[in-house]
């Protein structure tokens, strides 16, 4: 009879240390704002989370939500900082005025890669370069996209000067480098890019070769000009209020895939994108002309565009401070340090 009431009693503890295990695992809810089929979420989203998933079994799991109807790429950070997710990603230029230190990598002929350019500004942050633009936040990775270029229906006359070309742009900085180029912005949503295009509303649009396969641009488009006339920021993040609210081990499972080599990763993932569309556009096998500036050309092109890096750091606060410090550790790592 004891003994069986010490197996009961002891069988009772197991259960009930399970439960008490499987109490302590928590669910955030983490929203892609994309298609369950993008291609973002299906080679680097959910393997993403999924990694998390695995190593942080007991501690926490990513509840992955795809689509737009819980938080999209308008509002996906008040959808966080509201709590009604707990990690998103998104665009650094959506939530005006906050990250204006972090626009650096947007800067025109800056970074080689979305790689070295996202690596390049995690470690700002990480050196307390970019003053308290993420203060109330625990970013996972913190990235630059990669750079826009220019793709038209028709050749231009001269690469000396855009020549008042009409051209559909993606961010602000893309806007003022158009116009010292001599061109004229045209700030038309993307969705309808490819019918400005095709009407002959624009000559083109002045966006990256990320673009082509989500917006067919291939099939509008015949002349382009592969070149860095600025990118968007972005980042991965949680709230510091969830993160302080989670158990040392749920801390250790995010922590391994965050950080400086993880941003790296996301921009590298952008890097293949950005190769696949070009690729994917030669391949296409139609006549069409891809113009990569001379070292002379780009030099001539960066020197036109030098009033918009000045009016920059001019508007920026530590904005001389802030543009060194990422030129140099763009030095750093092109140097493999």
């Given amino acids: 009879m004891i003994r069986s009431l010490l197996r009961l009693t002891a069988l009772l503890a197991v259960v009930l240390a399970a439960g008490g295990a499987r109490a ?19 080679q680097f989203l959910h393997p993403w989370a999924e990694s998390i998933n695995q190593d942080g079994k007991g501690a926490v799991q990513l509840d992955i939500r795809d689509g737009t109807a819980i938080a999209s790429v308008a509002n996906y950070y008040d959808r966080v900082t509201t709590g009604v997710v707990q990690i998103s990603w998104g665009l650094l230029s959506t939530v005006a005025g906050k990250f204006p230190r972090s626009d650096v990598a947007t800067l025109p002929f800056m970074a080689k890669s979305a790689a070295d350019a996202s690596q390049a500004l995690w470690r700002l942050y990480k050196a307390g370069l970019l003053g308290n633009e993420f203060a109330d936040l625990h970013p996972l990775m913190i990235i630059a996209l990669t750079p ?44 309808e890019m490819y019918e400005a295009i095709q009407r002959g509303t624009a000559d083109g649009a002045a966006v990256a070769w990320t673009s082509f396969d989500p917006f067919k641009l291939a099939e509008v488009t015949s002349y382009h000009v592969d070149t860095r006339l600025g990118t968007s920021s972005a980042m991965m993040f949680m709230t ?30 952008w890097d293949g994108e950005r190769k696949a569309g070009r690729e994917n556009t030669v ?28 009016n920059w750091v001019r508007n920026t606060p530590d904005g001389e401070k802030v543009l060194a410090a990422y030129r140099a550790e763009l030095a750093k790592i092109e140097a493999g340090r």
């Fill in 24 to 42: 302590q695992e928590r669910t955030l809810i983490f929203a892609t704002t994309n298609t369950p089929t993008a291609h973002l979420n299906v």
């Fill in 148 to 191: 826009s270029g220019i793709h038209m229906s028709h050749p231009l006359k001269s690469l000396d000067t855009l020549g008042g070309a009409k051209l559909v742009i993606a961010s602000k900085v893309n806007a003022d480098a158009i116009t010292l180029l001599g061109g004229a912005p045209l700030s038309i949503p993307l969705s």
């Fill in 240 to 269: 510091k209020a969830t993160w302080d609210s989670l158990s040392p081990e749920a801390q250790k499972a995010i922590d391994k895939h965050s950080g400086e080599m993880e941003s790296r990763a996301f921009g590298a993932w």
């Fill in 283 to 310: 391949a296409r096998g139609d006549k069409r002309t891809i113009v990569d500036l001379t070292p002379e050309q780009s030099a001539a092109w960066q020197k036109k565009l030098e009033p918009l890096t000045e």
